[in-house]
């Protein structure tokens, strides 16, 4: 099947590097317009959409009303309509139940939701508009199965799930769809570095595939037997910002390689 993103522009968050990185270059790959984005003001997102010959990029800490506003100007100096929201910014951040403050919890409520939801509210009137829009949600398994630690961050990404089909609802009849994304553990220079370190300490090698095969017996235990690869997740997130996804909405849809067994 060719997907195709033609005469469609796309903003993808948290994209200057990682995984949003990937999705943008697979995006523009299938003929969308891309829009690079950095939560920094250091040239980051200017010079991924320069490796990805990308014509546009925008700034702003979008963990904050100024700087969603911000990037809401960026993009109307810029005469962009965005058709394409990809919320891919979004972070973790370690603490367990007799440590987490209540400025941990909402620190992550507003990287994980109030930073979508405030997005959504800039861009979406242009998509209702036009009568077309995907809204894809990078989410976590974490959402279906959190963990006993870090449940600040489960609490945040599980809402953002909650904000998806809420929207999905909201949406109804306008051409817009909105789905989320959840992977397990995907392989990432910096997962893959911090693993390869672990494996240094615990006598695992070297050999990726062997240390690989560690993380999955102890961490994350999956039917396929590996990690995801960034390329996958991309894949993932480009059919559903396509034509040929316009009947899958409202989803949660995990990329986890059956870690999580239920129907």
């Known amino acids: ?78 005469s962009l309509e965005v058709d394409i929201l990809v919320n891919n910014y979004g972070t973790a951040s370690f603490a367990k139940w007799s440590t987490a403050s209540s400025d941990d919890w909402l620190d992550m409520y507003q990287k994980n ?71 397990g553990l995907i392989r990432t220079p910096e997962l893959e570095a911090g693993y390869r370190a672990r494996a240094q300490k615990k006598g695992w090698g070297d050999d990726w595939p062997e240390i690989e095969r560690h993380i999955v017996a102890e961490d994350f235990p999956n039917p396929v037997g590996r990690l995801a690869t960034r390329e996958e997740v991309a894949d993932l997130v480009t059919f559903l910002c396509s034509d040929q996804a316009g009947f899958i909405n409202g989803q949660n849809i995990r990329i986890d390689g059956g870690a999580i067994a239920h129907v």
């Open 113 to 183: 939701v109030l930073s979508v939801a405030r997005l959504v509210q800039g861009i979406v009137p242009g998509m209702q508009d036009r009568g077309w829009g995907r809204i894809v949600n990078l989410g976590t398994i974490g959402s279906h199965r959190p963990g006993k630690i870090m449940p600040h961050y489960y609490a945040a990404k599980g809402a953002l799930a909650n904000l998806g089909v809420s929207l999905a609802q909201d949406l109804s009849g306008t051409g817009i769809t909105v789905n989320t994304v959840s992977p």
């Open 1 to 78: 099947m060719q997907l195709t993103c033609t005469n469609r522009t796309a903003l993808v968050t948290g994209s200057d590097r990682n995984t949003g990185y990937v999705i943008a270059g697979c995006l523009a790959r299938a003929g969308a317009t891309v829009i690079l984005h950095s939560n920094h003001s250091d040239g980051s997102a200017a010079n991924a959409a320069t490796e990805l010959n990308c014509d546009y990029s925008v700034e702003g800490d979008i963990a904050t009303e100024a700087g969603c506003a911000a990037l809401i100007a960026q993009l109307q100096a810029q």
